[in-house]
């Protein structure tokens, strides 16, 4: 049973917030979302209250570098779970034909049902082919459901996109030697950290925003080796939790705040 959003005034400071919660717990009643992808979901707004609930300009130079590992890949493949499905599944469907890349479903929490409603839900944003649902090889290392993958798909990609990921599947993917672009707002998490290129942003602004890239950047070459040698990830990450220390120093020293 689906449930009905819930009309969020206009005029609410957190509105878009709010909506995107909306999102999840709708897909949560559809099938698309497991529970324990609500309490994800509040973990990564946190940091994105420390972000100032904006895209940083870390994130802009973090996102050409994501753009043009995908450009170049010679197999990339964006890989979709429940949360990323129940909030953008257009942005997946538009970036995957900007690459373009092929789309696969991982998920940690697996069942059929999940599976078709996801590749469904994809399909309704114009996605033809979603990879997935007849795993055909294994992540090394990774036991259960969060190992499996297709070899048409993940398997054999040599850049995989992950958005709001597992951080154990993520370093294993690294571990296949294979580029791995991540979207986390959490820059202490396993997954920005081991991530080949990390964008700390807020998925449904990320994902545009690399598509945005994609299409700028794409048969540039001077400017995507520029968007390369201008992002440093250990330092992009610094830069961000330095920026969510500041202002967290500065909400404690307004009226109010004590």
């Known amino acids: 049973m689906v449930t009905v959003m819930t009309k969020i005034p206009k005029t609410h400071p957190r509105r878009e917030s709010l909506e995107l919660r909306e999102r999840l717990v709708d897909g949560f009643a559809s099938g698309i979302v497991a529970p324990h992808g609500l309490i994800?979901?509040?973990?990564?707004?946190?940091?994105?209250?420390?972000?100032?609930?904006?895209?940083?300009?870390?994130?802009?130079?973090?996102?050409?570098?994501?753009?043009?590992?995908?450009?170049?890949?010679?197999?990339?493949?964006?890989?979709?779970?429940?949360?990323?499905?129940?909030?953008c599944p257009r942005a997946i469907a538009d970036l995957s034909k900007a690459i373009p890349a092929k789309i696969e479903i991982g998920l940690f929490h697996r069942s059929d049902e999940r599976l078709s409603k996801i590749q469904a839900a994809l399909e309704r944003e114009g996605v033809s082919q979603v990879l997935g649902f007849l795993p055909d090889e294994r992540i090394p290392g990774l036991e259960g459901a969060r190992g499996l993958c297709t070899r048409e798909g993940i398997y054999s990609a040599d850049a995989v996109l992950v958005a709001l990921e597992?951080?154990?599947?993520?370093?294993?993917?690294v571990g296949m030697g294979k580029k791995v672009v991540a979207v986390d707002?959490?820059?202490?998490?396993?997954?920005?950290?081991?991530?080949?290129?990390?964008?700390?942003?807020?998925?449904?602004?990320?994902?545009?925003?690399?598509?945005?890239?994609?299409?700028?950047?794409?048969?540039?070459?001077?400017?995507?080796?520029?968007?390369?040698?201008?992002?440093?990830?250990?330092?992009?990450?610094?830069?961000?939790?330095?920026l969510m220390a500041s202002n967290l120093e500065q909400l404690g020293t307004e009226p109010g705040s004590q």
Not at 41 to 63: C, D, N, Q, S
Not at 166 to 173: F, K, S, W
Not at 214 to 232: H, N
């Open 166 to 173: 597992d951080g154990d599947r993520a370093e294993a993917l």
């Open 185 to 242: 707002l959490n820059p202490l998490s396993r997954t920005a950290r081991s991530a080949t290129v990390t964008v700390v942003d807020e998925v449904t602004k990320a994902l545009p925003l690399i598509t945005g890239c994609v299409e700028e950047l794409k048969g540039d070459t001077t400017e995507m080796d520029r968007a390369l040698e201008r992002y440093d990830r250990d330092e992009n990450l610094r830069a961000v939790m330095r």
């Open 40 to 87: 994800a979901h509040g973990r990564g707004e946190m940091f994105y209250y420390l972000l100032g609930e904006r895209t940083v300009k870390h994130a802009r130079v973090a996102a050409r570098a994501a753009a043009t590992t995908l450009i170049v890949a010679k197999q990339p493949v964006i890989s979709v779970n429940g949360n990323v499905a129940a909030l």
